[in-house]
């Protein structure tokens, strides 16, 4: 079994036993530009998606100088001509999203799971790549069915990185309780690979996944959260490399650990010293939900510290129901070259009149010593767009990216339990979007914007919004 894997980088491992240097990363597109993982009509800025897994659907937003918004965008379903598969209620497509430039044509292209899409003979769930273009989405998909052996939901999370040092991304997925991956090149249907050491526990459900230089600074390690047959949290990690995929891997957390999370994570280097860094969130731990942070090291991580509303520098106060650490995200807001973290609290009472589950974000700034110097912002954010109302669940998914190219990340957050609309066209919990820009002081408020699902067509079913259905459940 240990071939098979090993066959992968057979060509790197000859070339470098030949004396041939490697290309380094980045160096196949030295000629022209280097291909963002989300730029997806390769105008040099990356675009932020969106993904609405009630409504089927994922929409593109293209960055520009002007950041993203309402004119400039495109919406992607299996009703998207050359995009394989038949939109079906439960489908959940747009579930998960990532995105690389998966057939090196130095556009991004979209990968979307649909974890709950059923496929005759197989358990289900699906992941779709959706070709990136200089016009959008016009050259349609592939799509990958779950392997035969798989526990159901394949592609919860996908992530698409180099897994054994090749220089060559390759796509990993998860299912209920497994992790495949494919070989170099566009992935085939029908040829997953699972873990040659299988060190995941019986009846895990697995619900999220990430990768990042956490152990080493040039391989990958991946971080898999989910829940324990028995309900526990569940949080591991697998380093990558060119053999025995699993062989390396451990539980950082579970059960009833603070630090153990079910499903919010995110890397990057927040103190600077080169390593990714790892965010996690536990929105049922402590009073009202934490964070926590484990640093990256040469081969390990650095124990948790953790974060709660009560914490020094982290504005507000912990209380029940808070739901602090329901999302977290990564990225440099500030431009200082460390990542900073933000930090959704969806179940935070905001605003002058207090509304309950209002949400509200936290974003916390990167520091050698730690995270530090945070502020919040919700919907009665002065020129924030919108009123918090009770259940809007501000900050229920959050995601950091430059959009506008500044060298700042922006602030993306969802609301999954906004309400749209008025009258017959009223729609409960079908959530919103907001983009807050970044700035050398942090997340500032002129020129944030607001849109929803109407605003591109996008419509979900009577009673198919809400949290982990809306718009916005996902953003990459
Ligand atoms: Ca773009
Ligand atoms: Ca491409
Ligand atoms: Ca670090
Ligand atoms: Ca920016």
Redesign the pocket.
């Known amino acids: 079994m240990r071939a098979r894997n090993l066959a992968v980088t057979a060509i790197a491992v000859a070339l470098a036993a030949g004396g041939v240097t490697l290309p380094l990363a980045g160096t196949a597109a030295a000629a022209g530009t280097t291909v963002r993982k989300d730029d997806f009509n390769g105008d040099g800025y990356r675009d932020l998606a969106i993904g609405t897994p009630g409504a089927n659907s994922v929409t593109v937003t293209y960055g520009s100088a002007a950041g993203v918004g309402t004119s400039r965008a495109t919406t992607v379903s299996q009703s998207t001509a050359g995009v394989p598969g038949v939109t079906e209620q439960g489908d959940e497509f747009g579930e998960s999203v990532t995105s690389g430039?998966?057939?090196?044509?130095?556009?991004?292209?979209l990968v979307v799971g649909a974890p709950g899409e059923k496929t005759p003979g197989t358990s289900g769930g699906t992941v779709t790549i959706v070709?990136?273009g200089r016009n959008g989405f016009k050259k349609g998909g592939t799509t990958l069915t779950a392997p035969a052996d798989s526990e159901r939901r394949f592609g919860e999370a996908a992530v698409f990185v180099d897994i054994d040092g090749d220089e060559t991304a390759n796509l990993a997925v998860i299912s209920g309780d497994s992790w495949w991956f494919y070989a170099d090149g566009v992935p085939q249907d029908g040829r997953a690979i699972g873990l040659e050491t299988d060190f995941l526990p019986e009846g895990v459900r697995l619900d999220s996944m990430t990768a990042g230089h956490l152990t080493s600074k040039d391989g990958y390690t991946f971080v898999l959260t989910g829940e324990r047959a028995d309900g526990g949290a569940y949080t591991a990690y697998i380093k990558g490399g060119a053999g025995d995929l699993g062989y390396w891997s451990g539980v950082l957390a579970e059960g009833g650990d603070p630090s153990a999370s079910r499903d919010p994570l995110a890397v990057g280097d927040v103190n600077g010293d080169g390593y990714d860094d790892l965010v996690t969130g536990n929105p049922n731990a402590a009073k009202g939900g934490a964070i926590s942070v484990r640093y990256g090291a040469d081969a390990k991580l650095g124990a948790p510290v953790t974060y709660t509303q009560d914490s020094a520098g982290v504005p507000g106060n912990g209380e029940d129901g808070d739901r602090f650490g329901w999302s977290v995200a990564t990225g440099d807001v500030t431009g200082d070259g460390l990542a900073d973290v933000a930090v959704g609290a969806p179940g935070e009472t905001s605003g002058a009149a207090g509304a309950r589950g209002a949400g509200s974000v936290v974003v916390l700034k990167g520091g050698p010593r730690g995270l530090r110097d945070g502020s919040a912002s919700h919907q009665d954010t002065p020129r924030v767009p919108g009123v918090g109302e009770d259940g809007d669940a501000f900050g229920s998914n959050v995601r950091l990216k430059d959009v506008d190219k500044d060298g700042k990340a922006d602030l993306a957050t969802g609301a999954g339990g906004e309400d749209i609309g008025s009258g017959a066209d009223a729609r409960r919990d079908a959530g919103a979007v907001w983009v807050l820009r970044g700035s050398s002081a942090g997340v500032t408020t002129p020129r944030a914007t607001s849109f929803n699902g109407s605003d591109f067509g996008v419509r979900l079913p009577a009673g198919a919004g809400g949290l982990g259905k809306a718009f916005g459940e996902s953003l990459r």
């Open positions: 430039d998966v057939n090196s044509d130095g556009y991004a292209d070709w990136g």
